[in-house]
């Protein structure tokens, strides 16, 4: 399985990664249960997700994990709420803070996605923990923050002000105000 999915895993691709979970269910209709349950286990500990993402106990400079991609992130902030802070930390060369790494296809689930950079995004401890637990992204469609853009656009306007008289006159008349979106 793992040959035959390994550029996707090595992907940086919405599309390969679906096409390799799509690959796994498949092989998943010719197994037993208890073979398939062999198989996402030994998928488990091939991408071993809980080495790579421990608190490293001494200074390991050039050494890829996931505080180094955390560090690596453009994320400043969590992808899903846009209000929590996704900032890496350092302390005498050592990880000591980092933002919780989501599963965006649960690595439970998919475990050959466990390590795919495509698939960890930086997000915040409430968002990740709490709100999306283990949802299966696969199944129910939602943004991908590396794939998807989302855009709100609106217009906030006053039905009889220009914007400098409603400037003016803010405390007065923002109960008046419009918010129209586009």
Known sequence: ???DVEKAILSDSRAQMEWSIHEL???RQFMTD?????LLSDLTRVFNYDTFSAKPRKPMPDHWDAYALCASSQLAT????NYNYAHTLFRDGKGAMRPTLDHFYPKALYPHLGLTLAN???????????LKGEADFFLH???????DQESV????YHPEHDFVSVLMAF???QGSLCVELQ
């Open 1 to 3: 399985f793992v040959a």
């Open 25 to 27: 269910l498949d092989c």
């Open 34 to 38: 208890e073979v398939y349950a062999d």
């Open 78 to 81: 969590c992808p899903y709420c």
């Open 120 to 130: 960890l995004i930086p997000s915040c401890y409430a968002c990740n923990s709490s």
């Open 141 to 147: 469609k939602h943004l991908h923050p590396y794939f």
């Open 153 to 156: 656009n609106f217009e906030c």
């Open 171 to 173: 405390d007065a008349i």
